[in-house]
Protein backbone atom coordinates (compact mmCIF):
# COMPACT_ATOMS: atom_id res chain seq x y z
CA UNK A 1 0.00 0.00 0.00
CA UNK A 2 1.27 3.34 -1.16
CA UNK A 3 1.18 4.97 2.52
CA UNK A 4 3.48 7.81 1.67
CA UNK A 5 4.23 11.05 3.55
CA UNK A 6 2.98 13.99 1.50
CA UNK A 7 5.17 14.86 -1.50
CA UNK A 8 3.84 17.88 -3.71
CA UNK A 9 5.60 18.87 -7.06
CA UNK A 10 4.10 22.04 -7.81
CA UNK A 11 3.13 24.93 -4.89
CA UNK A 12 -0.14 24.56 -4.43
CA UNK A 13 -1.77 27.77 -2.85
CA UNK A 14 -3.05 27.05 0.70
CA UNK A 15 -6.66 27.87 1.35
CA UNK A 16 -8.78 26.35 4.57
CA UNK A 17 -11.89 24.71 4.20
CA UNK A 18 -15.52 25.88 5.28
CA UNK A 19 -16.54 24.49 7.95
CA UNK A 20 -19.68 27.09 9.20
CA UNK A 21 -22.24 25.83 6.96
CA UNK A 22 -21.72 28.40 4.11
CA UNK A 23 -23.91 27.90 1.35
CA UNK A 24 -22.92 28.31 -2.30
CA UNK A 25 -26.19 28.35 -4.43
CA UNK A 26 -25.66 25.60 -6.79
CA UNK A 27 -26.28 25.39 -10.76
CA UNK A 28 -29.27 23.23 -11.11
CA UNK A 29 -29.21 20.00 -12.89
CA UNK A 30 -32.10 17.43 -14.35
CA UNK A 31 -29.99 14.49 -13.49
CA UNK A 32 -29.29 13.00 -9.62
CA UNK A 33 -26.16 11.61 -11.04
CA UNK A 34 -24.54 14.91 -12.69
CA UNK A 35 -22.14 16.29 -10.80
CA UNK A 36 -22.53 19.99 -10.40
CA UNK A 37 -18.68 20.68 -8.62
CA UNK A 38 -15.91 21.58 -8.91
CA UNK A 39 -14.87 25.18 -11.20
CA UNK A 40 -13.12 22.70 -13.75
CA UNK A 41 -9.41 24.29 -15.45
CA UNK A 42 -6.66 22.60 -17.79
CA UNK A 43 -4.51 22.96 -14.55
CA UNK A 44 -2.82 19.71 -13.98
CA UNK A 45 0.69 18.74 -12.04
CA UNK A 46 1.71 15.36 -11.16
CA UNK A 47 1.53 14.91 -7.38
CA UNK A 48 2.19 11.73 -4.65
CA UNK A 49 0.51 12.40 -1.90
CA UNK A 50 -1.02 10.93 1.05
CA UNK A 51 -3.94 12.37 3.30
CA UNK A 52 -4.73 11.39 6.76
CA UNK A 53 -6.96 13.90 7.38
CA UNK A 54 -5.36 15.92 10.23
CA UNK A 55 -6.59 19.85 10.46
CA UNK A 56 -4.79 20.93 7.58
CA UNK A 57 -7.11 21.42 4.60
CA UNK A 58 -4.65 23.19 2.14
CA UNK A 59 -5.20 20.09 -0.94
CA UNK A 60 -8.94 20.50 -1.14
CA UNK A 61 -11.87 22.50 -1.52
CA UNK A 62 -14.96 22.02 -0.39
CA UNK A 63 -18.53 23.48 -0.75
CA UNK A 64 -22.06 22.41 1.33
CA UNK A 65 -25.58 23.75 2.15
CA UNK A 66 -26.99 25.78 5.24
CA UNK A 67 -26.52 23.04 8.40
CA UNK A 68 -23.97 20.71 7.32
CA UNK A 69 -20.22 20.59 8.42
CA UNK A 70 -17.03 19.30 6.86
CA UNK A 71 -14.30 18.53 9.61
CA UNK A 72 -11.09 18.16 9.31
CA UNK A 73 -8.71 16.64 12.23
CA UNK A 74 -12.33 15.07 13.86
CA UNK A 75 -11.90 12.00 15.98
CA UNK A 76 -12.91 8.53 16.00
CA UNK A 77 -11.20 5.69 17.51
CA UNK A 78 -12.16 3.35 15.14
CA UNK A 79 -9.89 5.09 12.67
CA UNK A 80 -6.19 3.53 11.79
CA UNK A 81 -4.77 6.87 13.60
CA UNK A 82 -7.87 8.33 15.41
CA UNK A 83 -8.34 11.04 12.84
CA UNK A 84 -10.41 11.65 9.96
CA UNK A 85 -12.48 13.68 7.51
CA UNK A 86 -16.13 14.36 8.07
CA UNK A 87 -18.94 15.47 5.61
CA UNK A 88 -21.93 15.73 7.03
CA UNK A 89 -25.14 15.65 5.27
CA UNK A 90 -27.89 18.07 7.49
CA UNK A 91 -31.18 15.89 7.70
CA UNK A 92 -34.20 17.67 8.09
CA UNK A 93 -37.54 15.76 9.09
CA UNK A 94 -39.72 18.33 7.04
CA UNK A 95 -38.58 18.10 3.62
CA UNK A 96 -39.53 15.08 1.36
CA UNK A 97 -38.08 12.73 -1.50
CA UNK A 98 -38.36 15.27 -4.26
CA UNK A 99 -36.70 18.40 -2.08
CA UNK A 100 -33.17 19.27 -2.56
CA UNK A 101 -31.99 16.42 -4.44
CA UNK A 102 -28.67 15.77 -6.37
CA UNK A 103 -24.83 16.61 -5.63
CA UNK A 104 -25.97 20.36 -6.31
CA UNK A 105 -27.06 20.36 -2.53
CA UNK A 106 -24.26 18.07 -1.53
CA UNK A 107 -21.34 18.29 1.28
CA UNK A 108 -18.06 17.87 -0.99
CA UNK A 109 -14.46 18.11 -0.82
CA UNK A 110 -12.56 18.14 -3.87
CA UNK A 111 -8.80 18.50 -4.62
CA UNK A 112 -7.89 21.93 -5.64
CA UNK A 113 -5.73 19.88 -8.83
CA UNK A 114 -6.62 17.58 -11.55
CA UNK A 115 -5.14 14.03 -10.77
CA UNK A 116 -4.83 11.07 -14.13
CA UNK A 117 -4.04 7.76 -14.13
CA UNK A 118 -2.71 6.27 -11.28
CA UNK A 119 -4.05 4.50 -8.11
CA UNK A 120 -6.72 5.88 -5.88
CA UNK A 121 -7.49 4.32 -2.82
CA UNK A 122 -9.21 5.25 0.60
CA UNK A 123 -10.21 3.89 3.62
CA UNK A 124 -14.12 5.23 4.66
CA UNK A 125 -16.86 4.67 6.83
CA UNK A 126 -20.23 5.09 4.70
CA UNK A 127 -23.13 7.60 5.68
CA UNK A 128 -26.16 5.74 7.49
CA UNK A 129 -29.86 5.92 6.93
CA UNK A 130 -33.38 4.69 7.55
CA UNK A 131 -34.19 2.17 4.55
CA UNK A 132 -36.92 4.26 3.72
CA UNK A 133 -34.62 7.12 3.17
CA UNK A 134 -31.93 7.65 0.55
CA UNK A 135 -28.46 9.30 1.03
CA UNK A 136 -25.60 8.66 -1.37
CA UNK A 137 -21.99 8.20 -0.61
CA UNK A 138 -20.02 9.24 -3.55
CA UNK A 139 -16.12 8.42 -3.93
CA UNK A 140 -15.25 10.02 -7.44
CA UNK A 141 -13.54 11.76 -10.14
CA UNK A 142 -14.86 14.52 -11.89
CA UNK A 143 -14.20 16.68 -14.42
CA UNK A 144 -16.61 18.42 -17.14
CA UNK A 145 -15.74 21.74 -18.79
CA UNK A 146 -18.33 21.85 -22.30
CA UNK A 147 -15.70 20.41 -24.24
CA UNK A 148 -16.83 17.15 -27.20
CA UNK A 149 -13.22 16.06 -27.75
CA UNK A 150 -14.35 12.81 -29.01
CA UNK A 151 -17.13 14.76 -31.22
CA UNK A 152 -19.68 12.12 -30.59
CA UNK A 153 -22.12 15.21 -30.41
CA UNK A 154 -22.02 14.97 -26.45
CA UNK A 155 -20.27 17.35 -23.49
CA UNK A 156 -17.35 15.19 -22.27
CA UNK A 157 -17.77 14.10 -18.86
CA UNK A 158 -14.20 12.69 -17.11
CA UNK A 159 -16.01 10.56 -14.27
CA UNK A 160 -15.36 6.84 -12.13
CA UNK A 161 -17.24 5.89 -9.26
CA UNK A 162 -17.92 4.08 -6.58
CA UNK A 163 -20.84 4.73 -4.64
CA UNK A 164 -23.11 3.66 -1.58
CA UNK A 165 -26.65 4.17 -1.39
CA UNK A 166 -27.73 3.59 2.90
CA UNK A 167 -31.32 3.08 1.86
CA UNK A 168 -30.16 -0.31 -0.14
CA UNK A 169 -28.42 -1.68 2.20
CA UNK A 170 -25.66 -3.84 1.16
CA UNK A 171 -25.37 -2.60 -2.63
CA UNK A 172 -21.92 -1.17 -4.04
CA UNK A 173 -21.86 1.21 -7.41
CA UNK A 174 -19.00 1.23 -9.41
CA UNK A 175 -19.35 3.58 -12.91
CA UNK A 176 -17.57 5.30 -15.25
CA UNK A 177 -18.92 8.28 -17.37
CA UNK A 178 -17.26 9.23 -20.42
CA UNK A 179 -20.18 12.17 -22.00
CA UNK A 180 -22.84 13.48 -20.30
CA UNK A 181 -25.15 16.55 -21.14
CA UNK A 182 -29.13 17.33 -21.57
CA UNK A 183 -29.27 16.02 -24.75
CA UNK A 184 -27.92 12.43 -23.20
CA UNK A 185 -25.04 9.97 -21.35
CA UNK A 186 -22.49 7.53 -22.40
CA UNK A 187 -21.84 5.61 -18.95
CA UNK A 188 -21.36 2.45 -17.58
CA UNK A 189 -21.98 0.67 -14.25
CA UNK A 190 -22.09 -2.48 -12.14
CA UNK A 191 -23.51 -3.34 -8.93
CA UNK A 192 -22.26 -5.39 -6.32
CA UNK A 193 -24.57 -6.94 -4.23
CA UNK A 194 -21.54 -7.12 -1.52
CA UNK A 195 -23.93 -9.62 0.51
CA UNK A 196 -24.52 -12.26 -2.33
CA UNK A 197 -21.78 -11.26 -4.58
CA UNK A 198 -24.36 -10.96 -6.73
CA UNK A 199 -23.86 -8.42 -9.73
CA UNK A 200 -25.94 -6.64 -12.28
CA UNK A 201 -23.75 -4.58 -15.07
CA UNK A 202 -24.20 -2.58 -18.21
CA UNK A 203 -24.86 -4.49 -21.37
CA UNK A 204 -22.93 -3.45 -24.28
CA UNK A 205 -24.72 -0.91 -26.48
CA UNK A 206 -26.72 0.04 -23.42
CA UNK A 207 -24.60 2.96 -22.10
CA UNK A 208 -26.89 5.39 -23.05
CA UNK A 209 -29.22 4.44 -20.40
CA UNK A 210 -29.71 2.99 -17.02
CA UNK A 211 -30.49 -0.22 -17.36
CA UNK A 212 -28.67 -3.07 -16.12
CA UNK A 213 -28.76 -6.92 -16.16
CA UNK A 214 -27.27 -9.65 -14.42
CA UNK A 215 -24.12 -10.53 -14.83
CA UNK A 216 -22.88 -13.36 -12.57
CA UNK A 217 -21.30 -14.07 -8.89
CA UNK A 218 -18.47 -12.60 -7.73
CA UNK A 219 -17.30 -15.27 -5.01
CA UNK A 220 -14.74 -13.88 -3.38
CA UNK A 221 -17.35 -10.89 -1.92
CA UNK A 222 -19.52 -12.54 1.07
CA UNK A 223 -20.02 -9.44 3.78
CA UNK A 224 -23.40 -10.66 4.84
CA UNK A 225 -23.35 -6.98 7.30
CA UNK A 226 -21.75 -4.74 5.05
CA UNK A 227 -21.36 -2.45 5.71
CA UNK A 228 -20.93 -3.00 9.16
CA UNK A 229 -21.64 -0.92 11.64
CA UNK A 230 -18.50 1.51 12.63
CA UNK A 231 -16.42 0.40 10.20
CA UNK A 232 -13.97 1.55 7.46
CA UNK A 233 -13.48 -0.41 4.17
CA UNK A 234 -10.36 -0.08 1.96
CA UNK A 235 -11.24 0.68 -1.16
CA UNK A 236 -9.94 2.10 -4.51
CA UNK A 237 -9.65 2.28 -8.24
CA UNK A 238 -6.59 1.60 -11.02
CA UNK A 239 -7.14 4.65 -13.77
CA UNK A 240 -5.63 3.00 -16.91
CA UNK A 241 -5.66 4.68 -20.30
CA UNK A 242 -7.23 2.03 -21.75
CA UNK A 243 -9.32 0.30 -18.26
CA UNK A 244 -10.18 0.83 -15.25
CA UNK A 245 -9.85 -1.71 -12.12
CA UNK A 246 -12.17 -0.96 -9.05
CA UNK A 247 -10.76 -2.82 -5.77
CA UNK A 248 -11.19 -3.86 -2.45
CA UNK A 249 -8.87 -4.76 0.60
CA UNK A 250 -9.67 -7.70 2.97
CA UNK A 251 -7.13 -8.77 5.62
CA UNK A 252 -4.15 -7.69 3.91
CA UNK A 253 -5.56 -9.42 0.06
CA UNK A 254 -6.62 -7.15 -2.57
CA UNK A 255 -9.88 -8.34 -4.35
CA UNK A 256 -10.93 -7.54 -7.54
CA UNK A 257 -14.23 -5.79 -7.46
CA UNK A 258 -14.31 -4.99 -11.71
CA UNK A 259 -11.70 -4.96 -14.54
CA UNK A 260 -13.59 -2.64 -16.83
CA UNK A 261 -11.87 -3.24 -20.44
CA UNK A 262 -14.50 -1.67 -22.69
CA UNK A 263 -11.52 1.25 -23.62
CA UNK A 264 -14.58 3.07 -25.01
CA UNK A 265 -15.75 3.92 -21.90
CA UNK A 266 -12.15 4.72 -20.07
CA UNK A 267 -12.10 8.50 -19.69
CA UNK A 268 -9.29 10.22 -20.44
CA UNK A 269 -8.73 13.54 -19.52
CA UNK A 270 -7.48 14.78 -15.95
CA UNK A 271 -9.80 15.22 -12.79
CA UNK A 272 -10.84 16.63 -9.95
CA UNK A 273 -10.83 13.32 -7.65
CA UNK A 274 -13.94 14.14 -5.20
CA UNK A 275 -15.73 13.16 -1.76
CA UNK A 276 -19.47 13.90 -1.11
CA UNK A 277 -22.61 12.93 0.63
CA UNK A 278 -26.17 14.35 -0.64
CA UNK A 279 -29.73 13.13 -0.81
CA UNK A 280 -31.37 10.69 -3.84
CA UNK A 281 -34.86 11.47 -4.58
CA UNK A 282 -34.66 7.26 -5.22
CA UNK A 283 -33.51 3.96 -4.42
CA UNK A 284 -31.89 3.45 -7.91
CA UNK A 285 -31.84 -0.56 -7.81
CA UNK A 286 -35.79 0.01 -7.50
CA UNK A 287 -36.86 3.10 -8.27
CA UNK A 288 -38.86 3.57 -5.64
CA UNK A 289 -39.08 7.16 -3.71
CA UNK A 290 -36.17 7.31 -0.83
CA UNK A 291 -36.72 10.31 1.30
CA UNK A 292 -35.18 12.91 2.56
CA UNK A 293 -33.13 11.79 5.73
CA UNK A 294 -34.80 12.37 9.05
CA UNK A 295 -31.49 12.73 10.96
CA UNK A 296 -27.86 14.45 10.06
CA UNK A 297 -25.89 11.63 7.34
CA UNK A 298 -21.21 11.24 7.91
CA UNK A 299 -19.26 10.44 5.60
CA UNK A 300 -15.92 9.93 7.28
CA UNK A 301 -12.64 9.26 5.67
CA UNK A 302 -9.76 7.79 7.42
CA UNK A 303 -7.25 8.39 4.72
CA UNK A 304 -7.09 8.96 0.82
CA UNK A 305 -3.93 8.20 -1.53
CA UNK A 306 -2.90 9.22 -4.62
CA UNK A 307 -0.30 7.28 -6.94
CA UNK A 308 0.33 8.38 -10.34
CA UNK A 309 1.41 5.76 -13.11
CA UNK A 310 3.35 8.46 -14.96
Request: with cysteine.
Amino acid sequence: MYRLHIILFAIISLSGCKTDGGFDEPTTTDKDDVVDGPITTDKHETIVRTDNFGTDSSLWDSRMQKGASIIFGDTDSHAEDGHILSLVFPGNPSLGSTDRTSPAFATEVWTQQTLHYGRYEMNVQFAQCANDEEVVSGIFTYYHNGEDLNQNGLEDNSEIDIEYLCGEPNLLWLTTWTDDDNSGFRKKTRSINMSTGEMYQTPDGGEDNYDTEYAGNLTSIRLADFPAAQTYYHLGFEWYEDHVRWFMVMDDQEITLWDMTDQTMVPQHAANFMLNVWHAATHWSTGEAGNYPDNNSTLKVDWFNYQPFD
